[in-house]
Nanobody
């Protein structure tokens, strides 16, 4: 599956931003989708994930309560709505796909396909 992220940009602390990831390939509902991010000098970290058919969501502690992941299977798109952004959220955000699963959705190595990433910068 091919993935393309969009929606990144420069925002101020406290602002909101929504990222999108468009997928092409086999039926979208067969994929679990994840969002990861990587800040300069840091490892790639899990942000949120959503399973394919059931739409079960999972969040990193840093995202819980501020971010919301959702998917539109009819449009082959997954979204990451981010609110109350702070400078620590500055990173390149990546969309990833794997065969539908309910386990290990926070593990980057379990994902097969990745987008190119979109930069999110939060100024203080």
């Amino acid at each position: 599956v091919q993935l393309e992220e969009s929606g990144g940009g420069l925002v101020q602390a406290g602002d909101s931003l929504t990222l999108s990831c468009a997928a092409s390939g086999r039926p979208f509902s067969g994929y679990s989708m994840g969002w990861f991010r990587q800040a300069p000098g840091k490892d790639r970290e899990f942000v949120a994930a959503v399973s394919g058919r059931a739409g079960t969501t999972y969040y990193a502690d840093s995202a819980n309560g501020r971010f919301a992941i959702s998917r539109d299977n009819a449009k082959n798109t997954v979204f990451l709505q981010m609110s109350r952004l702070n400078p620590e959220d500055t990173a390149v955000y990546y969309c990833a796909a794997r065969d539908d699963s309910y386990s290990d959705l926070d593990r980057a190595l379990r994902y097969d396909s990745w987008g190119q990433g979109t930069q999110v910068t939060v100024s203080s």
